[in-house]
């Protein structure tokens, strides 16, 4: 392994990605891919540069252009660098419907950014998503793994005051 690879995958992530790729036979170790990006982004500040890619790339065997490829295709890893909190708005029809756009519009007025943006104290990111499966409790978002439901202006005010 090269130094390049155990400087950029530290360790704890090539642990982590060794211990993923036993769940695949030895020849198909690439299936290991999104495990892998998913760790090493975690342990990088929440995102992927392209020489963290190619290290992955690397240490599994596969491509380059193979990593990138998912890596581009999957919205849950970061290529450039993020908001401690990423709120993720859901802009489909039912939230759409139940009013969602004042959803946004507040939280772009009250960020001072717009979707793919962060704040400049990097608390914040802003990104738009397709069904996170809760039209029933729509408007809603997701900031990392928690879903806020049945949103009003001032239920968002009380999650980004929670978030400071």
Known sequence: ??????????????????????????????????????????????????????????????????????????????????GKHIIEVCTSISCMLCGCDKIVDHLQKKLNIDFDETTPDGKFTLRRVECLASCTTAPMLQVGKKYYESLTPEKVDTLLAELE
Not at 15 to 28: F, G, L, S, V
Not at 45 to 52: I, R
Not at 63 to 80: C, D, G, H, P, W
Request: charged share 30%.
């Open 1 to 82: 392994m090269s130094e390049k690879i155990k400087t950029l995958l530290n360790d704890t992530v090539r642990e982590k990605i060794d211990h993923w790729m036993k769940r695949y036979p030895a020849e198909q170790k690439r299936s290991a891919v999104m495990a892998a990006l998913h760790f090493t982004q975690e342990e990088n500040n929440g995102w992927l540069s392209d020489e963290l890619l190619e290290a992955v790339a690397d240490y599994l065997d596969m491509s380059k252009i193979a990593v990138y490829e998912v890596a581009t295709f999957y919205t849950m890893y970061n290529l450039k660098p993020v």
